[in-house]
């Protein structure tokens, strides 16, 4: 029998966590499912209601007490006094609430959500690329965060997947935009990039990765600051698919197609993000924690700090995702429209067994 996934249990690579806030510091948050134990090495957070409140990314490479809002373009902060991650544990996470408030991360009776990935707990110099670089990496699940100087000039980085990235993320310490590369974005990726924190559609320009394609060792960046701000920290989180548990890529929104498109995955998502490419609209976060289940959907902003909204949009199948609109975020007539997806479960584990829908 041909093997359906490399992953059987993708919650030893990936969690999604929800909370309510109780306001207490410092508070340890476990994840709840009884699968395999995971030590988060990013952890990308989110107040979903009662107030608008921002998107922020810690990792093991910068270090607990550093963050990055996804949904703006403000350098890295340092215990925030709105709150901050002081912990990454052996099966989550610490908060602690800043000087001022705990907006960002344990506010009293406030609901909360966490994505997580594991890059693989520990650091290492890597000379693959020109540029020397930090690296955290976990090979299994093709997952790496990649920490380097930025230059201001073309030059490559390594990113230490050893096959070719089909996405990452890229962002300066420093004030300034996020550059995402995705390799369904365009024929030619490379010529251009999107934003994480706007919502415009993909934009041609040599600036970015200097028209020059990754390979299965390096990544190229040229002068903009997005992906390689002179003389500042670059922070860069790069993916590639894993059969069975993660999936990058795009989808094409059929003229006519009035049901819906479907994109198969291999596996039950826990979580996919999606954005339109040849047009301007949000970034769209679903999640498996956050639902009553399919049709009761309820999908946050990457790009604003907006609250959690209720949605039809999409369902979470035991082999991908299906679109249930024409809404012109995820499906106009001919849009083009990317993705990246984490698995809940393979599709069918390397025992045969195939997964349900939620």
Known sequence: MA???TIDDPSAFFKVITFTGDGNTPRAHTFSDTDTDMQPDLIWLKKRTPADEFHTLTDAVRGVGKHLIANNTDGQATNS???YISAFG???FTTTNGTENELYVNTDGATYVGWCWKAGGSTSSNTTGATSSTVSLNSTAKFS???WTGTGSTTTVGHSLGVVPDMFITKSTASGSWGVYNQGAASSPEDGLMTLNGNSAWYDHTAYYN???PTSTVFTVNSDASVNHSSNTMISYCFSSVQGYSKFGSYTWGTGNVDGAYVFCGFRPALVILKRSDGSDHWWIHDN?????NGESRVLYANTDSVENDSQQIDLLANGFKIRTNDA????SGGTYVYMAFADAPFVNSNGVPATAF
């Open 3 to 5: 093997a359906y996934t």
């Open 211 to 213: 028209d020059t394609a």
């Open 81 to 83: 006094n709105s709150g």
């Open 329 to 332: 975020g995820y499906g106009a």
């Open 145 to 147: 965060i990649v920490q």
């Open 289 to 293: 924690k956050r639902t009553g289940g």
């Open 90 to 92: 052996s099966d989550g």
